[in-house]
């Protein structure tokens, strides 16, 4: 399913910035990934704006930065994050 939803009454300038780089981000894709269902959205607490794909990694973005790729280690908790999405594919080969 690849259903894009943010609650824009929740956010500011820079996080709708951010929304559209990982929006962007992720149309960019040569891969065909899924989107998680509910997948996406806006976390208050970090300030990161997230679209989680099925594969695991998260493409994010906070305060209008640069969009980065997130990979959760789901054994120990820890995330990395990528400059590109190629590293976050690497990241994932990795953890298998």
């Given at each position: 399913?690849?259903?894009i939803e943010f609650d824009l009454d929740i956010m500011g300038s820079?996080?709708?910035q951010s929304m559209h780089?990982?929006?962007g981000a992720y149309r960019g894709l040569s891969?065909?990934?899924e989107i998680m269902e509910g997948g996406t959205g806006?976390?208050?607490m970090s300030g990161y704006v997230y679209i989680g794909l099925e594969n695991g990694i998260s493409i994010c973005s906070c305060f209008?930065?640069?969009v980065d790729y997130l990979v959760t280690d789901f054994e120990d908790g820890e995330e990395t994050f990528f400059d590109t999405y190629e590293e976050?594919?690497?990241k994932l080969?990795?953890?298998s």
């Open positions: 399913m690849n259903k820079s996080d709708i780089l990982v929006i891969t065909n990934e806006f976390n208050t209008g930065q640069s976050a594919e690497e080969k990795q953890l």
